[in-house]
């Protein structure tokens, strides 16, 4: 998933003799960086971003600053402390993190993880089946990446077309970034909490379609989505699942106490970032 770049790491020693203080010399440290696959290979982004069409990136490998950030108790309250993290890391500066699509960005903070403490992580959880408390060690070595199918039709603005079975109609789509799905997600609890009808799949549509048989408006095709045919409904969910890349996080836990089997996903939050 990811490569190292060979460069120079530390800077030569003074020769004897030199100006140079030779404790300054020795602790001066170049930062090594890493190559990071990237799941979409760049081809659902817009030609003006700095990842269209690119198969991997680079990024700084961790270091103590950046420990910082992660402890950083106002950036963890703001729930903002992992995309600082990702900002600081990226060799690229240019590069809007909220434009990042979940796949990319997962691979970036798997890879990032991998530099500062290496590729195991050891982390608590809770059988899925009986709620007893365990651990489980993730290898974060060489994680599955999902490519994208062979037979998927591009636009040149990073987005994807299907015609719909029943309708007939040309769906144009596009992959949802890290924002939009925290956002879709963030709408989904507030409706909980208030005791609102969830609208989960409306709103997922809502924000996957770019465009219905070249129309733009949005008015008109929230009203589409509305009054959709389920068939085609079912299709648009089937073929985002089927396209969106992504990075395979899951890994299977046996619970010692029932002894069942389950898959268990690695959990990316700030917490990833602290071995035990």
């Known amino acids: 998933m990811s490569r190292r770049n060979n460069k120079s790491r530390v800077s030569a020693p003074a020769e004897e003799g030199s100006a140079m203080p030779q404790i300054a010399s ?25 990842f269209y069409n ?3 990136i680079e990024i700084h490998y961790m270091t103590a600053r950046d420990e910082d950030i992660l402890a950083s108790r106002v950036l963890l309250s703001k729930g903002t402390a992992v995309d600082r993290f990702l900002q600081n890391i990226l060799v690229d500066e240019g590069v809007d993190i909220d434009s990042l699509l979940l796949g990319d960005k997962n691979a970036i903070l798997v890879a990032a993880r991998v530099t500062g403490y290496g590729a195991e992580y050891e982390a608590s ?58 956002y879709l ?4 609890q507030s ?22 048989n070249s129309i733009e408006n949005r008015a008109e095709i929230e009203d589409f989505i509305n009054k959709m045919p389920a068939m085609d409904s079912l299709a648009i969910r089937r073929e985002y699942g089927r396209i969106n890349p992504s990075v395979d996080l899951e890994q299977e836990y046996e619970c010692s106490s029932c002894g069942k089997t389950t898959a268990l996903e690695v959990p990316l939050g700030a917490d990833f970032f602290w071995p035990n």
């Open 26 to 50: 020795a602790l001066s440290i170049s930062a090594p960086t890493e190559f990071v696959k990237l799941p979409t290979g760049g081809r659902f982004y817009p030609e003006s971003h700095p």
């Open 54 to 56: 690119k198969g991997e």
């Open 191 to 212: 409706k909980r909490k208030n005791n609102i009808q969830e609208s989960t799949l409306t709103d997922l549509l809502k924000m996957v379609i770019v465009s219905i």
């Open 185 to 188: 997600d963030q709408l989904t």
């Open 125 to 182: 959880v809770g059988c899925p089946a009986c709620g007893a408390e365990g651990s489980i060690t993730f290898d974060l070595s060489d994680p599955p990446i999902k490519g994208m199918p062979e037979d998927v039709t591009y636009t040149p603005r990073g987005t994807f077309t299907l015609e719909l079975p029943k309708s007939k109609f040309l769906a144009e789509m596009k992959i949802l970034t890290s924002k939009e799905q925290k």
